[in-house]
T-cell receptor
């Protein structure tokens, strides 16, 4: 199997601070990466994606950075809010149709 | 509302009793897949389908069957469930072609006694 997502298992941040969640992947052939958010009792929810020909992509309050040299992906959440508390997964897709997911990082926002 | 719907959401059953978990999507997506989620292991792909009548094994297909007779439905079948199939299951779909994210259902928690 593939190795995706050498995550820290938990991350705690103060409300209003920025959060950075990291992910490492092992397959240099991966061409597409996704970050998901999973709240308790729900399925993973798409946050943001990035293709392998990009280094950075920004969304609303979130930024994904891709460093292909060291096979590293990060998710930055600006001005973290209590509603951001969840488990965050990275996922990669090879040149094909299978997706591989990391084990996730549990983000806790402290009010 | 665009969504992936799984049923049932929870099921407790016994070893050997055949069960089916249904999955339906209303987004006209070609690609559908099933995952199981276990503590410390993340999401692992069981089966996927790129279109009607086309299915392929993922990483952990043993003990499972799927079918894709219609574009919107992709049921997961456990012919003879065993306790090691106790898990949280997710169905997902996405548009085929190019790089598109998957959309997930809210999960089915199966307990096999």
């Amino acid at each position: 199997g593939e190795s995706v997502g050498l995550h820290l298992p938990t991350l705690s941040v103060q409300e209003g601070d920025n959060s950075i969640i990291n992910c490492a992947y092992s397959n240099s052939a991966s061409d597409y990466f996704i970050w998901y958010k999973q709240e308790s009792g729900k399925g993973p929810q798409f946050i943001i994606d990035i293709r392998s020909n990009m280094d950075k992509r920004q969304g609303q309050r979130v930024t994904v950075l891709l460093n292909k040299t060291v096979k590293h992906l990060s998710l930055q959440i600006a001005a973290t809010q209590p509603g951001d508390s969840a488990v965050y997964f990275c996922a990669e897709k090879h040149t094909g149709n299978q997706f591989y997911f990391g084990t996730g990082t549990s983000l806790t926002v402290i009010p | 509302e665009a969504q992936v719907t799984q049923n049932p959401r929870y099921l407790i059953t016994v070893t050997g009793k055949k069960l089916t978990v249904t999955c339906s999507q209303n987004m006209n997506h070609e690609y559908m897949s099933w995952y199981r989620q276990d503590p410390g292991l993340g999401l692992r792909q069981i089966y996927y389908s790129m279109n009607v009548e086309v299915t392929d094994k993922g990483d952990v297909p043993e003990g499972y069957k799927v079918s894709r007779k219609e574009k919107r439905n992709f049921p997961l079948i456990l012919e003879s469930p065993s306790p090691n199939q106790t898990s949280l299951y997710f169905c997902a779909s996405r548009r085929q072609g190019g790089n598109q994210p998957q959309h997930f259902g809210d999960g089915t928690r199966l307990s096999i006694l």
